[in-house]
Structure formats: C-alpha cells, structure tokens
C-alpha cells in the first residue's frame, strides 16, 4: 500500500473516530498539553530557583518564586486529572462503539453476503488484529494520544533549551571553541534527530514484523475465541458434563492453542531482545552526549548552574519527545492496514437492487405472489437448487410444502422473502417484478417463523414485539393464539421477565417448544399479510402440536399462510399441499388428491411416515 493510501486511511479514520465519540480527540488534546507543559515548568522554576540561591537573591524573592512554582503546579495537577477522567470516560465509550459501524453494515448487507463465510472471516479478522496486535480505531486514538504528548515535548524543549545553543562563553574555551560554533549546534541537533529517526525506524520494523507474526497467528486466535466462547455458554454444560467434552476440547484444541502461542510469543520476544536493548544502548549513549555538551559549556561560563538544570532536562525531553512522535507515526503507517480491512468490510457495496416501488397498503390483504419459471443457484455453486418453478399463492390460502430434506422448500421461502434473487426467471406481487418494490417495504408484508429462528435475552414482551416498547394487551393475545397462556402466567415478571439468564439472573430458561411458541406469537403480532411457518412445530409435543393445528384457521385469519413441515400429517388441514423433490415442483393438491396418485412423491412419503401416525383416520389412508 503507497504512502498516500496509509495517509487518506488515517485522516478518514480520525474523522469517524471524531464522528462516533466527538469530543475524544480535543481531551486527548488538552490532557496531553498539561502533560507535556508539567515538566518543562518544573525544569525552568526549578532553574531559577537554583539561581535565587546561587545568586544570594532575599529570601522573599525566593518565597515568592516557590509559591508560584507549588501554585502552577497544583493548578496543572487539577487540569489534568479533570481532563483525565473525561478522556477516560471517552475512551470506555469509544471502545464500546468503534465496533458499531461494522455492524450496521451486517444489518444493511445483502443476506447473500450475510450468509458467506468470508463475510465472517474478513469481520474475525478486524477483531483479531484489534485484540492481538492492538490495531484498528483504538490505536488511532492511543497514536493520537502519545503523538500530542510528543509534539509539545518536542515544542518545548526547543523552547527551552534554544539558550544552550546560542550561548557564548564567558571565558576563553581553548580547545573547546568548537562547542559554540553554529555548526556544532547543527551537528547536535542532527544527532537528535539522528537518534530519533533510528529509534522510530526501530520501532517501525518492531511493529511491522509483529503485525506480521500476529497475522499469521490469525487462525489460532480464530479457534480459541470459538473454544473460549463457546465453555462459556452455560446452555452448554449438560453436553460438557455428560460427554467429558471438557476434556476433548482441552486437550484436543486448547492445549494445542496454548502451545502455539508459546511458539508466537518466543517469536514476539526474540524481536523484541533485538530491537528494545539496541534502542536502549543509543539512548545512553545520546544522553552521554547530551550532559557532555551542557557541562562543557556551562564550565566555559556560558551559563549558569540553574540553566544546567533546564538545558540538560530539556534536552533530554527533545529527544524522548522526538522519539514518541516518530514512534508513534511509524505505527500509524502500519496500522494503516488494520484500518483498511476495517473500511473495506463497510465500503463494500450492496448488489442487490433495492427497488423504489411503494407497495400497496390493502386492508383486505389481497397480495398475489407469483413465481415465474424460477431457478436458483446458491453463490459459488453450480448446482440448481430450485428448477423451473412456477406457481402461484392464492389470496387467503392455507398452503403447505413438502419435501425430503433438501428438495428447496426453505430456499423457495428464501427466495419469496427476496433474501435471495432468483438466478432464472422472476417473481412477481400483484404483477409487477419484486425486485421494483423497496426492499424494506416489501419485506414488510411477510412474517415468518425461519426453522433456525432467534430469540433473545430480552423480555418476553420485548421478544415478541420485536421493539423496547410494545402494546401488552395485544402481547398477551398473540401468546394466547400460540398456546403459551398458562406459561407466561407462570412466569415472575410477566411479560418484563427475561428470557434466559445472559443479562439477568432472574431470567428464565424456557424449552424449545416454548421457543417456538414465542417466535410464532412474534409473527403474530407483526400482523403481516403473508405469515411463514418453516417447521413451525419441530419441537412442541403432540398435543401442543395438535392444538396449534386444530385452530390454525383461528391463529392466521385471513392472511394467507405458507406451511412447511416433514410431518405430512400435520398438513392435511391445509387446501393446497405443494410437492418438491430436488429442486422442483412436482405434485400440487389437496392431501385427498395427492394421496389418490399411487406413483406420485407424496404417496410415497405419505406411507414412509404413516406407521407413526397415531390417529386410526391416518391409519387407513
């Protein structure tokens, strides 16, 4: 990546680091400031202090002088912790936010993308260079924090020791004439910024060659925050305990995690035993230099011991002060990768055409679907998932799909949803493309209860209306149409409980029926046209199961409701049962109609499942 490019990287990122926590940088500033100034102060008060002394000045003088010294100081000492507890508290916050942008754009993407492990993988990467090697936004703010600190350094020392330059002797310095020719004043300076430009060139090759160590270390970082992640989740301990997967994981995958980042640390700290004992030796030597240079001069009489003090202080901050500044801009270039993974994950743009098409608020919900030979491929697979489907969902209807396990009953629901667009062919609301339609919008008349489905460790109510606030009364009805009255009855809080105990201790566990019952209650409540059910009741008991069934017509209304299920059983109170098999529609009727074809899919599934019906009805048939 060329300079320029690390350059607009860096300038961007602190424009959104400003964006998300404003305020951040000018604290940073001002707390810095005081930082940087406390010293110098001291050094130069200190100076004249010696000098009163020296010079015999009357104690009041010298009073005074110390007043002002403890004064300056104690006002200083309050800035700064003032302006140190504000930046803490910014710093908190934008640790707790720099995240957010990223995932606002896991929210905005394509669902295509969504779904795509590398989507994941580039996200695993921004966190694991933020939590190993320390960049991304977070290094923006601390190189910004340390980078002030330095400029002031480096500002007031020149400050305050441009007098050991300029000064002349008082007496003849013989063979040390040369320490006050202007071009041994250059010469000094240059060994300043000599031993700075080395030590930020050390510094640069110390942070670039452990980024790259930290890189490559990206799939074991990748593997231990899963393991640390997933020993974490108590849902997980009955598994842990009756299998001893404890002992699997340890020594199958965190053992060997451990040893791996032995192995990287080694490498860590052999770079570091190169690089940190070379810098340090400079220093030294530089410092040797530097006392060197003051002494000499000041034994020509060309100051006084006071400004011994403020010259050898401030020139030792001048170096120290350009080291940082260096320091800190080398890791600013090499964090500039970090920053461009971030920027590329919420750069990247959406291929899905979001359509401008208003769609039409019908109170009698009389919405058609149709798809038109529709085929459908996953991305980066070459095999069709659905073929040459056409069909069309009739206003008001009760229907069910059916099929083996990968015959594209859930891939169709995909595509009705528009997660996905069709590879072939075209679907259509009310007749018009549904890709016209805004995208928000459209999705606004489905809801849907996915097989794989999500609750989470908010309230009851909350869960249910997908929202903080949310109407109680018709909370209450929604969980009453999906059969779990009696159990928020039960519950401590009512609908304020919490649904498992992530966030509150007082949260209750609820079973997988229950889950059920709830995410059917939430697409209830949406009160969409078209309402979805992907293996709605997987995991509810027969009667429960039978329950939900018996009053399906009472729990949709008129919407028009779209059934998927293994279970051909529990879709005979649907008029319309679609057949897939292997991508394609095959067989379309009711549950009499099917069954009367003895060569067709559903007959065949029909009496695979029929000896565990229960009923002596299921039974003939």
């Known amino acids: 990546m060329r300079f320029k490019e690390k350059l607009t990287l860096t300038l961007r990122g602190y424009r959104m680091l400003h964006q998300l926590v404003p305020g951040a940088m000018l604290w940073a500033f001002v707390q ?19 000098d009163f002394l020296a010079q015999g000045r009357p104690l009041r003088d010298l009073l005074w002088l110390v007043g002002i010294t403890v004064m300056v100081n104690a006002l200083l000492k309050l800035t700064e912790q003032a302006s140190g507890r504000t930046v803490d508290y910014l710093i908190e916050k934008l640790d707790a ?22 989507t994941h993988a580039a ?30 350094l480096v500002l007031f020392s020149l400050t305050l020791t441009i007098g050991a330059f300029i000064a002349q002797p008082a007496r003849e310095a013989g063979g040390f004439r040369f320490l006050f020719s202007p071009w041994f004043t250059v010469l000094i300076l240059l060994a300043t910024l000599g031993h700075a430009a080395f030590s930020g060139l050390c510094s640069y090759r110390k942070t670039k060659k452990s980024n790259r160590i930290y890189r490559s270390t990206e799939p074991i970082n990748r593997q231990w925050m899963y393991w640390w992640r997933r020993i974490r989740q108590y849902q997980m301990g009955k598994d842990l305990k009756v299998y001893a997967l404890d002992r699997l994981i340890d020594s199958a995958y965190i053992q060997t995690t451990i040893q791996d980042f032995h192995a990287v640390n080694g490498q860590i700290q052999k770079l570091l035993g190169f690089y940190e004992p070379l810098e340090g030796a400079l220093s030294v030597v530089f410092r040797i230099v530097i006392y060197a ?10 100051f006084g011991v006071g400004s011994i003090v403020q010259y050898v202080g401030g020139l030792s901050q001048l170096s120290s002060g350009t080291v940082r500044l260096i320091q800190e801009i080398s890791v600013l270039i090499s964090n500039a990768d970090a920053l461009k993974a971030y920027f590329d994950f919420t750069d990247a743009p959406n291929q899905k055409y979001q359509g ?11 919405y058609e679907i149709e798809f038109h030979d529709v085929s459908f491929r996953y991305p980066g697979t070459e095999t069709d998932v659905l073929r040459h489907v056409s069909l069309k969902f009739n206003i008001g209807q009760k229907m069910a799909v059916v099929g083996r396990n990968g015959s594209g009953k859930t891939t169709m629901i995909k595509l009705l949803c528009r997660l996905y667009d069709p590879t072939e062919g075209f679907i259509t609301l009310n007749g018009i493309d549904i890709r016209k339609y805004d995208y928000e919008d459209y999705l606004g008349i489905f809801s849907v209860v996915f097989q794989d489905f999500k609750l989470f460790s908010f309230s009851l109510g909350q869960n249910v209306a997908a929202s903080v606030s949310y ?9 009453h149409k999906a059969g779990l009255e009696d159990r928020m009855d039960r519950m401590p809080k009512g609908l304020d409980t919490a649904l498992y105990k ?4 007082d949260g209750v566990e609820i079973s997988g029926g229950e889950a059920q019952k709830i995410a059917l209650a939430r697409a209830l409540y949406k009160n969409a046209p078209f309402i979805i059910l992907d293996e709605p ?3 509810l008991d027969p009667l429960s199961e039978f329950e939900i069934y018996s009053h399906f017509d009472q729990i949709v209304g008129d919407k028009t409701a779209v059934y998927i299920s293994h279970r051909l059983s529990s879709c005979r109170f649907c008029s319309d049962i679609l057949v897939f098999d292997e991508g394609s529609l095959v067989q379309r009727g009711s549950h009499d109609q099917l069954l009367a074809d003895r060569l067709g899919r559903y007959y065949e599934l029909w009496h695979a499942q029929a000896q565990y019906y229960d009923t002596a009805a299921e039974r003939k048939a």
């Open 293 to 302: 240079y003051v002494a000499l001069k000041a034994l020509f009489g060309a």
């Open 471 to 479: 109407d109680a009364h018709r909370v209450q009805e929604c969980l």
């Open 537 to 539: 009741t997987a995991a």
């Open 32 to 50: 810095n400031l005081v930082r940087a100034l406390t010293p110098f102060l001291n050094v130069y008060l200190s100076g004249r202090i010696i």
């Open 356 to 366: 401008t098409l208003s769609v039409e608020k019908r109170a009698d919900n009389e």
């Open 502 to 505: 992530d966030f509150d201790e």
């Open 123 to 152: 996200l695993s990467e921004i966190e694991i260079m933020c939590s190993t090697s320390g960049f991304g936004f977070m290094r923006l703010y601390f190189s910004f924090f340390h980078g002030v600190r330095g400029f002031f």
């Open 97 to 118: 936010v720099w995240e957010k942008p990223l995932y606002e754009k896991i929210q905005t993407m394509d669902y295509a993308r969504v779904e795509d492990v590398r």
